[in-house]
């Protein structure tokens, strides 16, 4: 009988979607306006869907005050206000989309979430486009 | 070829999380404000997702009108404008969490449908935490 | 490591429930106000779920530019702003219901999208009522 | 010390933007695809506000329970899946645009209210366009 | 050129509507499910908004830092997980509804705020309900 | 009997908040995260407010098709996707706060629209903090 708990945070930072091995047309061509080599910025919203039993003592599968401050500590302190590729190692060398991005923070997260719990990440890049990991 | 059906639905209500077998120190220190002993309250947002094939002669997996009237029926009425823990039967000896409620919903409605139909709830408890029965 | 990427799209439209080899009695009584003969009308909020893995050179799943135009091609200008029971192909022998209506948009993106890539449809008929496919 | 109290309502319907005193051509420039002769449709999403005085013995300046049983009875019930332009008196001469229509709903509703009491009407066509009416 | 500046803020609580000085009967016919003597709660959403001329050096009307903290101090942590009748000053002999609950917000931030800035306060007790003062 | 037509749009943009006539270290102080000299971002909605009279031939007070087009035009292709600091005119040289660019939205849209048309601009920086001009 396992429920799901999402919790939902913020961030905003700025990006630039650029492949450092393609000339700067082929960049322009795939990329487009998302290229700007003097970057644009997004307000990220990030769902954070944690699974697992009820806990029968407390009623609830994680504490959500702990994971808050989790989401806080790990990717709001890590990218908000940012330049994800001149701020931030992780995406130094690998490409700030949102499948990226999503697929990051997952890792992130899941490093330091108990092994018995699920983690499944939602990131809105605009109110438009979201990605998703696992699909 | 199973189409999900989603209906949203709303009540509010009273609530305080308290394990009873534990001293008031232990249930201050784990649910931190949501112990106030004078109750505080959430504008619960419901979502009801039914799944299953389509009807060719009416082109639905359920009527709209019947699955709105038994969430009304069985949910709306029993918890609007209640006091989850003195008011309702299903959380006298339960802590009302928004896990908890989410499965004690899904029981009352699982009861009711037809078994050829897939149930799934979502439980939104404020904008940002929401719980999903099953994960 | 499949990742999902969602976009939005939207079109509104008039339509009416009827099954033609039932009684006018037996439409009114199975789809209510839903069969007025006259027509009634919704914005439809569409979300489009394509799966797949990353593409190592683009970061992307598949580029979105492309998709937004699919959708713009192959949904808004086959329903945006029309009667779909009398404009649409689709719709004239088929019951334009929020279920029947997300199958279509399923079949019609599956046929223009990389076998490779898994796709999910959820359909908004109001902000209450809402469909997926597949379930 | 007046306070404002809002209520939100919903009701969809089918139209059709026409001047008959113009030429199809016409039509066509000035009303595009809300021009069709078939018809499309929209979710009408309402906000009535009323501002007044709060009473000191109810602390509300309007009884919410009456105000929405008046918007029930007097829009919802009036306008609901109905087609504007053949289904109502209000739109059989009077072409329905939102503008329109959030005058007809104001003036409605202003015949109903004490005259104490303000009104102003909010009504969203779609997500990204709605009208006020008095501006 | 005045410009306003609007933050968003969230709180929730129990509350019951009651006028002391009426008969059981009258508090249940006047205030329905709100009068419940064992409470019930909302999600509360604020918004402030605080008008005035733009200052040159900052480009801004007010830090909107410093206005997130005057919103958590002054009414965060005053009605947050509070029932409002039992557990504040302000509402001890004052009906808690939505109205009393926007004049009382507007006049304990209206007290901190510089003279020269205007305030508006918006409070949304429900999503489809939800008041505004000054109107 | 004037009314109000509001159209939402959308665009995004890389900024930084900076007066270069204070040292580095009130530039940290004033502005704190949103000084990054590396730059982040928002995704911008703008809602384009326009009042007047009812068109009795059309029922329109605009054309929303070419107020839309406009939007596109003079704000959308100036700002969406741009680095406001380094790509655009109006903020070479004035800090690009909510503020300041709201102001600077009505004045280019101001310019292009018939005088007897009232404008109002209302622009979302983050889902929790948004400006308004005139306030």
Chains 1, 2, 3, 4, 5, 6 share one sequence.
């Not at 905003?12 to 960049?27: I, T």
């Amino acid at each position: 009988m396992k429920v799901a708990v999402i919790r939902k945070a913020h961030f905003n930072a700025a990006h630039r979607l650029h492949n450092p091995s393609w000339s700067d047309q082929k960049n322009q061509e795939v990329f487009g306006l998302c290229n700007n080599p003097n970057w644009h910025g997004h307000n990220y919203e990030l769902e954070v869907k944690v699974s697992g039993d009820i806990d029968p003592e407390t009623g609830m599968v994680i504490d959500l005050g702990w994971l808050a401050d989790l989401i806080k500590q790990e990717i709001e302190l890590r990218f908000d206000h940012k330049n994800l590729n001149l701020d931030t190692v992780e995406f130094r060398d690998l490409n700030p989309t949102a499948e990226n991005m999503c697929v990051v923070i997952w890792q992130i997260l899941r490093a330091k979430l108990p092994e018995i719990l699920d983690l499944h990440i939602r990131l809105y890049e605009t109110p438009r486009n979201f990605v998703e990991f696992p699909a």
